[in-house]
């Protein structure tokens, strides 16, 4: 089954075409890379998957709907979550509560009118029988969240000892490593189809990086749908089923980490800009 259908997506910012007919899919159980050199158009077009940007003509279906366009928190409702390149995490709330976060969309008793919140007007009714709730925290409302921290238990366990014992730290207390992990935590929690992470080991020293290579092969092998940016290519060939390549906002290249490795144009594309960058 496709989860990820993208056809032609396009995102000029100033007349610059950042990302220029881009067209992939991504399969049920898939783990696909995207790489490419600096400023190629990576990032942005995960935001154009992930409802942060919007395209300015192309296609993004998703578990067989035509989401283009959609809002970030309605696609995470719909089962695409998504972490930051430079690690987002509430900084005065605990580990524990970051990754309840996650669990939002799953609350019902929390949530009374959850289902108006995409229509214009009612949406308000939604938000404020939400507040009314918050305040009062009927016994439905402190069950619930009871039950959830059960499953935030589970998400945080998934990284060994470096989370469980943070769990009621303040996420500013957090090294930066272990913020992406509550990250990754967080996105995970809600059991999405999709999972899109940018950089997840961007800034994380190289055993670091093996950990996280770890946890995300054991994450697969869960049979977690994955969509990936990420510059450490021995990560992006260990992990991935198959992996596309971005030059200046369009595809130059996909195929298995086999068959991108020894493809002329993305030698040329690599090397060419090192050769580039390395001249003074
Ligand atoms: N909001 C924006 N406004 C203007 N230009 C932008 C914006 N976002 C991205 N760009 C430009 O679009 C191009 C692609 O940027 P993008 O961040 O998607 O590349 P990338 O491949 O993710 O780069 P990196 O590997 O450095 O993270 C770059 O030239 C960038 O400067």
Do not use: C
């Amino acid at each position: 089954m496709t989860v990820l259908e993208v056809t032609g997506l396009r995102r000029s910012f100033a007349g610059l075409r950042a990302v220029d007919g881009v067209s992939f899919t991504v399969g049920q159980g898939e783990v696909v890379s995207v790489i490419g050199p600096n400023g190629s158009g990576k990032t942005t077009a995960l935001n154009l998957v992930s409802g942060v940007l919007r395209p300015d003509a192309g296609r993004v279906g998703f578990l067989g709907r035509d989401v283009t366009g959609w809002r970030p928190e309605r696609l995470a409702e719909a089962g695409l979550s998504r972490t930051f390149q430079n690690g987002r995490v509430f900084g005065n709330l605990s580990v524990a509560e970051n990754v309840l976060i996650g669990l939002t969309s799953t609350l019902e008793a929390a949530r009374p009118l959850a289902r108006w919140r995409n229509v214009p007007v009612l949406r308000w009714a939604s938000l404020l029988a939400e507040t009314a709730v918050a305040l009062v925290e009927p016994p439905s409302v402190r069950r619930e969240l009871a039950e959830r921290q059960a499953e935030v238990s589970a998400q945080l366990d998934r990284f060994g000892d470096r989370l469980t014992p943070r769990a009621s730290d303040a996420a500013h207390t957090l090294s930066y490593a272990n913020r992406r992990r509550t990250e990754i935590a967080r996105a995970l929690a809600a059991s999405p189809a999709l999972l899109v992470l940018d950089e997840p080991t961007a800034g994380m020293n190289p055993a670091e990086t093996a950990e996280v290579l770890e946890q995300l092969l054991a994450l697969k092998a869960t049979g977690q749908t994955i969509l990936l940016v990420e510059h450490k290519i021995d990560l992006v060939m260990r992990l991935s089923d198959r992996v596309l390549v971005l030059d200046a906002g369009a595809v130059i290249a996909a195929g298995t980490p086999d068959e991108v490795r020894t493809d002329p144009r993305v030698i040329e594309a690599y090397l060419g800009k090192r050769r580039t960058v390395a001249r003074p």
